[in-house]
């Protein structure tokens, strides 16, 4: 069955950087467009960012603009999150997720496949 894993969260500092992976099997990675979500405790899972399936549009949710960028290798079947100018509230889990869609979106209702997350905690 679709995996989606995530890798490459932990502990920063404020203002410092991480970087998220997700690895995908069992789907051809190329068909699907990506997205990034986040959860906070006591919070609702909002949006992070996407990205078509070909890589060539991204958008971002406002409160991450200009700090975050998603990108993707369809060759490795990986997209990836470059957290920059981390702040105490980026602290989530993150979550990748999967929609067989052409453009990027960040409607979380059409992604159909979602790994298990990873932890982000950003320290002040």
């Known amino acids: 069955q679709v995996q989606l894993v995530e890798s490459g969260g932990g502990l920063a500092q404020a203002g410092g950087s991480l970087r998220l992976s997700c690895a995908a099997s069992?789907?051809?990675?190329?068909?699907?467009?990506m997205a990034w979500f986040r959860q906070a405790p006591g919070q609702e899972r909002e949006s992070v960012g996407s990205?078509?399936?070909?890589?060539?549009?991204?958008y971002y949710a406002d409160s991450v603009k200009g700090r975050f960028t998603i990108s993707r290798d369809n060759a490795k079947n990986s997209v990836y999150l470059q957290m920059n100018s981390l702040k105490p509230e980026d602290t989530a889990v993150y979550y990748c997720?999967?929609?067989?869609?052409?453009?990027?979106?960040?409607?979380?209702?059409?992604?159909?496949?979602w790994g298990q997350g990873t932890q982000v905690t950003v320290s002040s």
């Open positions: 990205i078509s399936r070909s890589g060539d549009s991204t």
């Open positions: 069992q789907l051809t990675f190329s068909k699907y467009a």
């Open positions: 997720a999967a929609a067989y869609a052409i453009a990027a979106t960040l409607n979380a209702r059409i992604y159909a496949y």
